[in-house]
């Protein structure tokens, strides 16, 4: 492969909604670059992107792809993203690396809540926008509807190129309003011709070339002197101007484009060339690379696709990892087409390669020279929608499960593995039940692990709403050394300012703190213990044994053994023993008195709630309400965004097991949805006797 200079370097994620063509494009691409001289298709499991087992089982792209394209003497390195918000991962990682976006709109579709988002996912990352408006060969085609389905969702963003002529199953061309030409395709392998516009598309052609230099000039305040000036702009100009408008994301040139007939491709491939964005990185500088994507491949083994963002890199040369100082050496380098790989001697700053067996190769991984100093940072992903439980289905296999997940982890960021120590469930969060259920069967056909998933226990919390004292005694005095001590204390709940003021024992009691321990407590919210004991009833030094005894019932909470928060104990009075008072006897005294007066004080269970928010199609909307009612939501704003309705509410994460799939399946797949954390809040009444009377069954099992 030739050796392409930084300025001759394009970088371009494919996006958009699941079916809209990604795939087929990228296979049209390639063939355009002359990587391969057949294109595959999606239906025969045979084209370039989607050449992983579960991509091919399932007919769709589960993972991105890293393709490239040699394109009139340079290159176009392309990823191929997953169109499902499941595998969203694959984009962001693309969006670290890319300085361009296409985003595929299926003519047969609109713009659908798959576009929507992977749009707004890319305006976040700033993360330029092409529009190619794909299937424009189906039946189902109209271009008006496009337009006005393009105009709802981006508003004047959208700027027009190009229109079809034919648009349906005889679509063969398209008048090109830069170049004021008409092209015209004799067959379904892109062969063009470039002929003069027909009459009857001259006037239109003629009145939206007109709006597109006006639209172009708008991004350039010389550009629009001279257009008001002179009426017309060079092609060169408007190139400039739609360039400036392209790069700050003010706007997204439009094209006409069938993947499958390879219509339109070689045009969408030209503008990424001559007008998308080039790799912002100096190839004079000292090397250094990211690695944005790991897997393992067949014969190959573990492989790492990195960008080159600075320097030149070449084999044989050391580096350094940013992070931990780790060396590693590439003995050898490849341009990757999916699984085809090309061996390269050197690549420049902004260019793709991958790298097999590397020591840690990671993604998210630094490797730069030694003492350069460069560091790339992390990719951030979107929060995991998908949570479950997980377990080998054989307990023998438990440990084999262990190091499936943690391979698997390491390869997909967005799958997330965390073992809770408080619910003794290993927990698997991702995007969705579709990625869970992939990583179910990676984890059974790669790993040979039979795996049961199941609905994870809610992390409860408890506390209480009243104020409450108790006292209780510990003595222990038959055989052996003694034991005693004896605590009073009294419980409010940890909120507003610090009160002192209490009737004990029917007495206003003004209390007067002596020392005090404040606590953040490591699953949320905090304790506050405050010693007031007068006249020496208890030694100073057995304070931290009563708050000892106090940590562990928070830790395992008197109502359902979940972790207890947000609790002020004052230790007001207490009995010692000049002999059997000692560490143990204030533990259990200063715990049993927690216990007893906790339950005394209003406890209640509270449960995480998390904000929770929704995008769907307006005709839905009344269903999606529904069903979060019916799940114990509180519903908030109501609003509207791109053409789809927004909906805001409050949900108990008890009620949001499989969520994602009952949404999925009320709205015909075309809803989508985010939820966070938001706070705890006390549980209905019959919600709290119904996991009291679970609680008290499972403790008198365990006896
Ligand atoms: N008629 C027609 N069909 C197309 C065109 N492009 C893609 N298709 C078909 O649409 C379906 C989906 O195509 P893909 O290329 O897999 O779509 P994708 O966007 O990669 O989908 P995901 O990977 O699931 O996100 C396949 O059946 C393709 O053959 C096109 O230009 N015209
Ligand atoms: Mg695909």
Redesign the pocket.
Known sequence: MKEYSTKDIRNVVLL?S????????AEAMLFEGKVIDRRG???DKNTVSDYEEIEKINQ??IYAAPLYAEFQGKKINII?A???DDFCGGAFSAFKVCENGIL?VNAQQGVEVGTEIFSRYAEKANLPLAIAV??L??EKADWDTIKNSLAEAFGGKPVYLQFPVNPGTSFDGFVDLLSMKYYHFKDNNGTREELDIPAEYADEAELLHGQLVEKAAEFDEALMEKYFEEGDLSLEEINKGLAQGFTSGEAYPVFC?????DVGVKKLMEFILNVGVAPKCDETAPAGLYIYKNNVEQHLGEVSFFKVMSGVVTTGVDFEESANGGKERFSAMYAAAGQKKESVASLHAGDFGCVVKLKNGKSGTTLAVPGSGLDYGKTEFPAPKYRCAIKAKAQTDEQKLGDALKKIASQDPTCIVEYSKELRQTILSGNGEQHINVIKWRINNEFGVDVELFSPKVPYRETITKVACAQYRHKKQSGGAGQFGEVHLLVCPAEGELNTKFKIDGKDTQLNVKTQDISELEWGGKLEFYNCVVGGAIDLGFMPAILKGIKEKMNEGPLTGSYARDIRVFVYDGKMHPVDSKEIAFIIAGRNAFKEAFRNAGPKILEPIYNVEVMTPAEYQGACMSDLQNRRGILGDMGADKGFSILKARVPLAEMYRYSTTLSSITSGSATFTMEFADYQPVPGDVQTKLLAEYAASESEED
């Not at 699941?18 to 494009?25: H, I, M, R, V």
């Not at 484009?257 to 007939?261: G, I, Q, T």
């Open positions: 958009g699941t079916k809209s063509g990604k795939t087929t494009l298709t999606v239906e769709r792209s191929d997953p169109g499902s595929l794909n299937q060969d189906s484009v069938s993947a499958k007939k």
